[in-house]
């Protein structure tokens, strides 16, 4: 069983940046996603960015493409996720999830959610304008 906690939500104003952390307990072996998706607001959850645990492979939506970057510490079993230039759509609650997997690409779609077997809570996120 894998515990995520995720920590640094927060509020900001438009071109701001927040730090997002998710820390990781548990057993974590083998090859893995580490994912961090978003649900804005009466919308539905999204992928952000993904990174996969041995190769360290990234991918990202295009709406975070430029702007975050996702990176994780092994030795702390941690996965961040650095935004800058927020804007207002960049509301909403950010979740850490975990897919074991051998597929070095991380899904980001709306749909693959239901690929990922842990999650973390979630941690608020407010950009206001």
């Known amino acids: 069983q894998v515990q995520l906690m995720e920590s640094g939500g927060g509020s900001v104003k438009a071109g701001g940046s927040l730090r997002l952390s998710c820390a990781a307990s548990g057993a974590t072996y083998g090859g893995h996603c580490m994912t961090w998706f978003r649900q804005p607001p009466g919308k539905e959850r999204e992928g952000v960015a993904g990174i996969y645990s041995d190769t360290k492979r990234t991918n990202y939506a295009d709406s975070a493409e430029g702007r975050f970057t996702i990176s994780r510490d092994d030795a702390k079993d941690t996965v961040y996720l650095q935004m800058n230039n927020l804007t207002p759509e960049d509301t909403g609650v950010y979740y850490c999830?975990?897919?074991?997997?051998?597929?070095?690409?991380?899904?980001?779609?709306?749909?693959?959610?239901?690929?990922?077997?842990?999650w973390g809570q979630g941690t608020q996120v407010t950009v206001s304008s």
């Open positions: 999830a975990v897919r074991v997997t051998w597929n070095r690409v991380c899904p980001l779609g709306r749909t693959e959610t239901e690929l990922y077997d842990f």
